[in-house]
């Protein structure tokens, strides 16, 4: 099956600065979603992109399928955007495969 | 509009007995997925239904675990004489199709004492 790895696995910021998260996966996909995992471990979705660049507010998120990875860029964090960030995907089939995660830590 | 919803949010059972886990996907949604997340496993997917198809299970751990999704829409997954190693989070996710954006509940932690 397909194999996603992210990077880094752990990040420590101040507030107010910016990062650049990434995941890298084995195969062609038809889905690719980003998402943060609060401290509850509710699964929030950020972003389903399976190819093409999305913005909101200010977190944006680019898949280049035929280079096989994706990024989720956080501008201006925040000590809320602390958590762990996961993306999944899938490669010709409906199940998701999540990678193991980056775990964001935004200090004041 | 209402999300994924799961219950129990918290379950604590014995080695040995079985629990049953609710998912109540959001409205309208023919996809239902579970997965697990444990410390050592990390999210794994478990078992896939989609409208009146057969489901795909070829995520199940072993037969002890069995799901049913009634009249197209609430899922139970079934574990039988838990063990230790049962003891995770349960995630059910639902989409409008496949492969569309899935939308996650906020999981029942299962502890197996």
């Known amino acids: 099956g397909i194999q996603v790895e992210q990077s880094p696995p752990d990040l420590i910021l101040q507030e107010g600065a910016n990062s650049t998260l990434r995941c890298n996966f084995s195969d062609s996909v038809n889905n690719l979603q980003w998402f943060h995992q609060n401290p509850w471990g509710q699964l929030i979705n950020l972003f389903y992109?399976?190819?093409g660049t999305k913005q909101n507010g200010r977190l944006s998120a680019t898949t280049v399928a035929t280079e096989r990875y994706s990024l989720l860029y956080i501008s201006s964090s925040q000590t809320t955007d602390s958590g762990v960030y996961f993306c999944?995907?899938?490669?010709?089939?409906?199940?998701?495969?999540f990678g193991k995660g980056t775990k964001l830590s935004v200090i004041p | 509009g209402a999300g994924v919803s799961q219950s129990p949010s918290n379950k604590v059972t014995e080695k040995g007995k079985d629990v049953e886990l609710r998912c109540d996907p959001i409205?309208?949604?023919?996809?239902l997925y579970w997965y697990r997340q444990s410390l050592g496993q990390g999210l794994e997917f478990l078992i896939y239904f989609q409208g009146n198809s057969a489901p795909d299970k070829s995520g199940l751990p072993s037969d002890r675990f069995s799901a049913e999704r009634t009249g197209g829409s609430v899922s139970t997954l079934t574990i039988q004489r838990t063990q230790q190693e049962d003891s995770a989070v349960y995630l059910c996710?639902?989409?409008?199709?496949?492969?569309?954006?899935?939308?996650f509940g906020p999981g029942t932690r299962l502890t197996v004492t």
């Open positions: 409205s309208g949604h023919t996809a």
């Open positions: 992109i399976p190819s």
């Open positions: 999944a995907s899938g490669a010709g089939s409906y199940q998701l495969t």
């Open positions: 996710a639902s989409s409008l199709g496949t492969p569309l954006e899935q939308y």
